[in-house]
């Protein structure tokens, strides 16, 4: 049986929320989450598992719009579907910057090993 994840990015509520709205529709079979986790899977009933993600997508949609959580994406990426808010400018701009070719990287020390690769 074909499985679907959905990860919230870290947040529980939403994925508890999204979880209990979908436990209620009869095309999903059975549906996981570890207690306090922000990841769902699901399983669709056999009829609907061949569109699955595209189905699942839908209803995310319709689901974040109706209850006005718009600045929501869904994002898929290797059979996980990613819902989150994509990170603003500013948010990116607190990362560290290469002088010599502006990657953005999170820590002192992987700027350091960047740095390196310019060495060659
Ligand atoms: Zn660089």
Not at 33 to 44: F, R, T, Y
Not at 66 to 79: A, F, G
Request: glycine share 4%; charged share 25%; hydrophobic share 40%.
């Amino acid at each position: 049986m074909a499985y679907i994840v959905i990860n919230f990015a870290g947040d529980v509520l939403l994925a508890q929320a999204v979880k209990s709205y979908l436990s209620s529709l009869d095309l999903v079979s059975s549906i996981y989450m570890i207690p306090e986790g922000d990841e769902i899977s699901i399983s669709l009933e056999k009829n609907n598992e061949r569109n699955g993600n595209r189905l699942i997508k839908e209803i995310l949609r319709n689901y974040l719009d109706s209850h006005n959580l718009t600045r929501y994406k869904i994002m898929e990426l290797e059979n996980i579907l990613t819902v989150g808010i994509p990170k603003k400018i500013e948010e990116i701009s607190n990362l560290l910057m290469c002088e010599i070719c502006g990657w953005r990287l999170n820590t002192e020390e992987e700027l350091l090993v960047h740095r390196r690769t310019h060495w060659i």
